[in-house]
């Protein structure tokens, strides 16, 4: 990595913490399988259903509820593709403002034929209107609805427990994508009735390739192959990963308190830096404290002032940042996240989301920023 590199790309993926791989390390270097009876594999297994326990515990679930999966797209997949199947669901109900992980398999379901598709209306801020998903559960009630906690673009939380409620009042399944909240230790199932939830492992400071779903009833295997996780997701299971996982997911619900000061100290900083240095911003989602992720900050500066190099400038300064998921990019189309926001195009192709955790300091974000409002001030731009 160059050697000045500061890194505000935490919504993309968190470093791999030290502990965490030290801890992983054993499980590396073991000989053996899970699914052998002898020593060397009972040894596996032991670690393995000890880091289920724990994610268990921690989340207010019974072990049996988590399967272990490669990460939070598969975990979306597990949970879209095999609960219309298990249960004959006909009709899901989503937010548009989903991460691809869901809206690409939605969008498959649709092609297949195996299932109609409603959008859920959403404010300016990107977050759904309840009132509309009522109407939409009256017309079709037992469907699977689908709305993520934290937007991993523009930072919006949603209304999570009303929507479960109004799930379990017209009989639907609740389907949520907690990717961008695992971290912050928000999540109890006991305390909120959601049938499915997503995680990956690196957006908390696990290792990459790893992660879970949370189902509150079993449902048909996404991989087929071999009996592990109970039936519910065959192949070898990636035990120091899985480790790696728990411990890191631990911890993080140990430092809950102190790392939302961090991030909320940090967003406050990063706000008030813009409204002096960048005026001419604008802030995509809901820039509310408790309206949005504390980690995240999303916002575009007008065409006639900026170029469309703004990534480019932060990163010949050193800065790690980015325009929209880590997933997309690349693609050369606006963000979808702000395009259902109603942001034109020209104003979605130059947006910047700056996301920070452990490690990040106001420096950090005075030197984004500053970068940014050189490029305003240069003749090229």
């Not at 899970?34 to 289920?52: V, Y």
């Not at 209304?159 to 994508?177: N, S």
């Not at 499915?196 to 390739?209: E, N, Q």
């Not at 999303?298 to 190099?309: I, M, R, T």
Request: charged share 20%; proline share 6%.
């Amino acid at each position: 990595m160059p050697p000045r590199i500061v890194y505000l790309d935490y919504a993309a993926s968190a470093p791999l913490d030290p502990e965490v791989l030290e801890v992983m390390r054993p499980y590396l270097e073991a000989v053996g399988n899970p699914s052998s009876t002898h020593a060397a594999g009972r040894f596996l297994r032991t670690a393995l259903e000890e880091a289920r326990q724990t994610i268990a515990d921690l989340l207010g679930a019974a072990p049996g509820e988590i399967v272990f999966t490669s990460g939070g797209t598969e975990a979306d997949n597990h949970a879209l593709r095999k609960a219309i199947d298990t249960f004959n669901i006909s009709t899901i109900l989503f937010n548009p403002t989903e991460h691809h992980a869901v809206l690409h398999t939605i969008e498959d379901l649709v092609h297949q034929g195996k299932i109609e598709a409603h959008p859920i209306a959403i404010d300016t801020y990107g977050r759904i209107n309840l009132n509309h998903l009522e109407e939409l559960l009256k017309k079709h009630p037992k469907a699977l609805v689908s709305v993520m906690y934290a937007n991993n673009e523009i930072g919006t939380l949603q209304p999570v427990r009303e929507i479960a409620a109004l799930c379990q009042q017209y009989g639907a399944l609740y389907h949520c994508d907690t990717v961008q909240v695992m971290g912050l230790g928000w999540v109890r199932v006991d305390e909120w009735p959601v049938d499915f939830i997503a995680a990956s492992a690196h957006k908390f400071y696990g290792p990459k390739g790893v992660g879970f779903i949370y189902r509150r009833r079993p449902i048909k295997s996404l991989i087929t192959g071999g009996a592990q996780e109970r039936g519910q997701r065959a192949g070898t299971e990636n035990i120091a990963s899985i480790v790696g996982m728990a411990f890191a997911l631990q911890k993080a619900y140990k430092q809950k308190h102190a790392y939302l000061k961090h991030l909320s100290t940090l967003k406050a900083e990063a706000l008030s830096l813009l409204q002096s240095l960048l005026p001419e911003a604008r802030i995509n989602g809901d820039p509310s404290p408790g309206g949005s992720h504390p980690g995240i900050l999303n916002f575009y500066l007008p065409p006639e002032k900026a170029d469309d190099l703004l990534l480019v400038h932060l990163d010949l300064a050193g800065v790690c940042a980015s325009g929209t998921s880590a997933c997309a990019s690349g693609s050369g189309h606006p963000s979808h996240v702000l395009e259902a926001l109603g942001l034109p195009a020209e104003a979605a192709m130059r947006a910047i989301r700056l996301s920070w955790g452990w490690g990040s300091e106001k420096t950090h974000l005075e030197l984004a920023i500053q970068t940014l409002r050189q490029s305003l001030l240069s003749p090229t731009a």
